[in-house]
Nanobody, 127 residues
Framework: VQLQASGGGLVQAGGSLRLSCAAS????????MGWFRQAPGKERTLVASVNKSGTSTYYADSVKGRFTISRDNAKSTVYLQMNSLKPEDTAVYYC?????????????????????WGKGTLVTVSS
């Protein structure tokens, strides 16, 4: 599976961005998806994840109520809508895929044990 993330950029605090991650190479609907981020000098952490059908989601406490993960299986794309951005959201954002073909329908990733990773897209939030 190849993953291509886009949509990063520079935004002022309080602003919004939408990240997209286009997948190719396998049946997208068999994969649970996640967005991760890594700030300078910090470890990579899970931001949000979604199950195969898009009906179950997980959010890190730091982004609950501000970020929304969604997916369009017809377009093989997962999105991360980021609102009310804060300077501490500044990071490189990565999308990742976990093969969930044999997993329950509600399974969504909770760790970074993913099967495929895309190249990151930089999000910079200025104060």
């Amino acid at each position: 599976v190849q993953l291509q993330a886009s949509g990063g950029g520079l935004v002022q605090a309080g602003g919004s961005l939408r990240l997209s991650c286009a997948a190719s190479g396998d049946t997208f609907s068999s994969y649970a998806m996640g967005w991760f981020r890594q700030a300078p000098g910090k470890e990579r952490t899970l931001v949000a994840s979604v199950n195969k059908s898009g009906t179950s989601t997980y959010y890190a406490d730091s982004v609950k109520g501000r970020f929304t993960i969604s997916r369009d299986n017809a377009k093989s794309t997962v999105y991360l809508q980021m609102n009310s951005l804060k300077p501490e959201d500044t990071a490189v954002y990565y999308c990742a895929a976990k093969n969930a073909y044999y997993s329950g329908s509600k399974y969504y990733p909770r760790t970074d044990a993913m099967d495929y990773w895309g190249k990151g897209t930089l999000v910079t939030v200025s104060s």
